[in-house]
């Protein structure tokens, strides 16, 4: 697979983005002033691919080393933190809710995470493949060596804005309920 690199992020529009959401949710925004903005993967069209994973509800998690937040010198993620998704090209697409969070090693990886992460792993055995391949590259990009104990953030979150992809609709308190599937 090509791998184009991504464009840089449009912050300016996505603190439009997140300001709309604000706007909408001010208990919520308010509750977490100092959100991200980032993309999936490490190429445009990886952070396409996964982000269309995301908004097509395949994909409802996603893992990351503890040291590719340092390098990036962003604090790791927390429960209720919120993150503006951009797309290969860097405009803001989602904002994403984090739900759960723990930190493990790819030997704590298991089946039901490989599939929440929804990208076409049939098998805890293919996500783990998949993603020590992704982790020596990235690694090797910053000049390192991707071993099995480093630390991993594997996270969970929620659609939460723009309201015609949101998985929670929020309530005037800033209270996360589930939309009724009808």
Known sequence: MER?????????????????Y????PAAADADPDHAVDR?????ELSDELLGLVVNG????????VDEFRARDEPLPRVGSHWVACDGPG???VILRSTELRIGTIASADAAFARDEGEDYGSLESWLTGHRRYWERTCAARGHSFTDDHEIVFERFQIVWPPELADTELGSAGHLSRQAAE
């Open 4 to 20: 184009t690199p991504a464009a840089p992020l449009d912050l300016a529009a996505a603190e439009r983005f997140w300001a709309e």
């Open 22 to 25: 604000g706007t909408a949710h």
């Open 40 to 44: 999936f993967g490490d190429s445009a």
């Open 58 to 65: 395949t994909k409802r998690a996603t893992a990351d080393l």
């Open 91 to 93: 405009k803001p697409t």
